[in-house]
């Protein structure tokens, strides 16, 4: 069955960067857009990047644009997300999912950016 | 960004009930419409995709319709199960939007 595992998240300082994987099986990794998307402390789903099959094409929310990248290993079929100048506002669980219509996710990873 | 207008933001509704969730876009996205359950403390997961096609696995009760700008998600009998937050999210163009949650209550 399809798996999504999500690691990589913690407590971080404002200004630092952090790093996030996710590691898939069960579907053909290599056709599949995937994408990040979060959900801070008692609020609703918010999209923050997507990536197409080949790598070639990344998208990304404004909120994040210049400060996270998103990328992916077809060897390996794993996504990341590094996360670059984070603020205390980059605080959520951070998901991955697979396809535009993210029809399934990983359980989350939650990053806290605080001092 | 295309803006989706979820309504209403909570409800309360008890088993059995008919509940019925509107999600109305900002422009134009075809059928390029999903819905989503989230129970707390979990991730979120896919009902319907393509506005009106139900996700293997997902039980009948569940329904969506429309096209354009104004979509539906109906739970034509809620279960004890159903009690969740439910997101729309459009796929029709980048940036990716869900609209704002529909909390459903007892």
């Known amino acids: 069955q399809v798996q999504l595992v999500e690691s990589g998240g913690g407590v971080v300082q404002p200004g630092r960067s952090l790093r996030l994987s996710c590691t898939t099986s069960?579907?053909?990794?290599?056709?599949?857009?995937m994408h990040w998307v979060r959900q801070a402390p008692g609020k609703g789903l918010e999209w923050v990047a997507g990536?197409?099959?080949?790598?070639?094409?990344?998208y990304y929310a404004d909120a994040v644009k210049g400060r996270f990248t998103i990328s992916r290993d077809n060897t390996k079929n794993t996504l990341s997300l590094q996360m670059n100048s984070l603020r205390p506002e980059d605080t959520a669980v951070y998901y991955c999912a697979k396809r535009e219509s993210l029809d399934s996710w990983g359980q989350g990873t939650l990053v806290t950016v605080s001092s | 960004a295309i803006q989706l207008t979820q309504s209403p933001s909570s409800l309360s509704a008890s088993v059995g009930d008919r509940v019925t969730i509107t999600c109305r876009a900002g422009q134009d996205i075809s059928s390029g419409l999903a819905w989503f359950q989230q129970r707390p403390g979990k991730a979120p997961q896919i009902l319907i995709y393509d506005a009106s096609s139900l996700e293997s696995g997902v039980p009948s009760r569940f329904s969506g319709s429309g096209s354009g700008t104004d979509f539906t998600l109906t739970i034509s009998s809620l279960q004890p199960e159903d009690f969740a937050t439910y997101y729309c999210q459009q796929f029709h163009d980048y940036p990716l939007t869900f609209g704002g949650g529909t909390k459903v209550e007892i």
């Open positions: 990536i197409s099959s080949s790598g070639y094409n990344k």
């Open positions: 069960g579907f053909t990794y290599k056709t599949s857009t």
